[in-house]
């Protein structure tokens, strides 16, 4: 039913947003990964300065998505809600259009509670000693703030879910008392359509935009309790958790794992 309203509520876009995500994604995983990764090597850890650089590069190019995300969904957000461009593997992950933002508080939470390093088994010597040993000891503050950040997902998300339920029902509310008092009329009741989904198309785009603000909020919350290993870490983690999305071999493992109904 979302996708009926988003469809009729606006025109379609020229440009597929598609074409654009083509691009940021080849940006992301030909440039902007490689050039952390070789930052995170040894080679280039004696320079916080140059691997600061490349973590507020990744972010900076994160906040862009969401940023070209808000713009597109004014002019046809049914693309974006409903991105029939996502592969299957990439679908079970989103929320309103994009990823669900508890992924990336679980990512984060997964460095976090990960088993204590054996330090018998440690090598000071290792290419990425620094990045090995980022999470070893996270701070109170980062940890608390963590925890700040739930607490709010868990008010947020309910509630944008909601509002994008009832957008839903106020168009099925309004468009059935309609479509009595036509009477069958072809012309009216398109008439009807238009206007009740224009009205609440307003609302999902709203939704929409309201989510990406949470998901960039949520990113930057993460990077500004971080030090530069860790960010380092976890934006490294999150890119490759993006790209891999794309892999072919994990694309057609989970193609064969679809079941007949």
């Given at each position: 039913?979302?996708?009926a309203?988003a ?6 876009s ?49 906040l ?17 809600l ?14 309103l ?44 503050r ?15 998300v ?43 198309m ?8 309201d ?9 930057s ?19 490759q ?21």
């Open positions: 039913m979302f996708k309203i469809l009729l509520g606006f025109k379609k020229a440009k597929p947003f598609k074409d654009y995500y083509d691009g940021w994604f080849k940006s992301l995983k030909n440039t902007f990964l490689p050039q952390l990764r070789h930052a995170m090597s040894s080679s280039s850890t004696s320079s916080p300065i140059l691997l600061a650089s490349h973590v507020e590069v990744i972010h900076r190019h994160l862009k998505f969401y940023e070209a995300l808000d713009l597109a969904a004014s002019n046809d957000v049914s693309q974006l409903y991105p029939d461009w996502k592969n299957p593997f990439e679908k079970p992950f989103l929320w259009g994009d990823l669900h933002p508890y992924l990336f508080i679980n990512l984060l939470r997964s460095f976090i509670t990960q088993s204590e390093i054996d330090p018998e088994i440690l090598d000071p010597n290792h290419q990425n000693w620094d990045m090995v040993m980022a999470w070893k000891s996270p701070s109170k980062l940890t608390n703030r963590v925890d700040q950040i739930e607490c709010g997902l868990r008010l947020m309910p509630a944008l879910s909601a509002r994008a339920r009832d957008a839903q029902a106020a168009f099925v509310e309004k468009l059935a008392i309609e479509w009595g008092k036509c009477e069958g009329r072809k012309e009216e009741m398109k008439g009807v359509v238009a206007e009740s989904a224009a009205v609440e307003e609302e999902l785009v709203g939704v929409f935009v989510a990406n603000r949470l998901r960039r909020s949520v990113i919350d993460i990077l500004s309790v971080t030090d530069v290993n860790q960010a380092a870490v976890f934006l490294e983690a999150l890119a958790f993006l790209v891999g999305f794309r892999n072919r071999e994990l694309l057609s493992q989970f193609g064969k794992c679809s079941l007949e109904l």
